[in-house]
């Protein structure tokens, strides 16, 4: 099954998937080990940066012998992909799925490159994501440039782009105080267009609020943060009281913590199909 027809039948059953991103060998294997334990369909992503840290080749080659270890249905992503050249690259490296962000230039501007890239993807069958109003990144303030509903609806119509991640209260990265996302605005949002709706920043978001947003037409929930967080805090408590240098007998600790993070993000996502 493409994640095309995975994400359309999700919707359809206002249920979502969990959208993770890794950025070396042991958060990819916390994020396919949490998976199997729940056997949840999993989306690995990876940014430019991961990309460059890892290699392009050799990161598509541990994602895909990972979900074949683990016998997992799963899709690979490349998340905030800045340029037509990246998105390029990673759809001749195989990727499934891949996300143009040019949400902080206009309108016209978006339109543009998005269709551009939707219209490169049609040959790979991939799915095509992209980002319209202001989703604030790290170190940015989240000060309103929310996504309306009549601006999804003519960005769509005109790109034909597979998914959209909006802007309805999340930010990438953590948050000054607990977020609030406007629940009224994406039913509006959803009632406008069939896109696939895709939540950003989840991580420090209340579940009742995902599960909420779930119930609401976010179909893609995106976890980044919490996971590198999640790793790096567990691998320092663990440096500061051992003079271990085996890295094999250091880093599964923090494998472990992210697994233990992940299994609870996988429930957060399944419980709310069921409300």
Request: glycine share 6%.
């Amino acid at each position: 099954m493409t994640l095309k027809e995975k994400l359309k039948l999700l919707q359809d059953e206002k249920k979502a998937i969990l959208a993770t991103n890794f950025y070396n060998l042991e958060t990819l294997q916390g994020i396919l080990k949490a998976a199997s334990i729940n056997q949840s369909p999993v989306i690995l992503q990876l940014t430019k940066t991961s990309i460059d840290y890892i290699g392009l080749k050799q990161a598509v080659k541990m994602a895909r012998q990972g979900l074949d270890d683990f016998g997992l249905e799963g899709w690979l992503h490349l998340d905030h992909g800045n340029s037509i050249e990246l998105v390029q690259s990673c759809l001749d490296a195989g990727f499934d799925s891949v996300m143009i962000d040019a949400s902080e230039k206009n309108f016209k501007d978006n339109v543009l490159i998005t269709s551009e890239v939707v219209k490169r993807a049609k040959s790979y069958e991939a799915n095509v994501e992209a980002e319209l109003g202001y989703v604030a990144k790290l170190g940015q303030e989240q000060n309103g440039g929310f996504t309306t509903a009549s601006d999804a609806a003519s960005f769509v119509k005109q790109t034909g782009v597979d998914a959209l991640a909006v802007a309805i209260g999340s930010a990438h990265g953590f948050y000054k105080s607990t977020p609030k996302l406007d629940i009224n605005l994406l039913k509006e949002i959803h009632q406008a267009t069939n896109v696939i709706l895709v939540l950003h920043g989840s991580s420090g978001i209340p579940h009742q609020m995902v599960q909420a947003a779930i119930q609401n037409g976010i179909t893609k929930v995106n976890l980044a943060t919490e996971i590198k967080d999640t790793f790096m805090k567990t691998l320092k408590e663990k440096l500061l009281t051992t003079d271990e240098i085996d890295l094999r007998k250091v880093f599964p600790s923090a494998i472990e913590s992210v697994v233990n993070l992940l299994v609870i993000k996988y429930k957060m996502v399944n419980i709310s199909s069921h409300l």
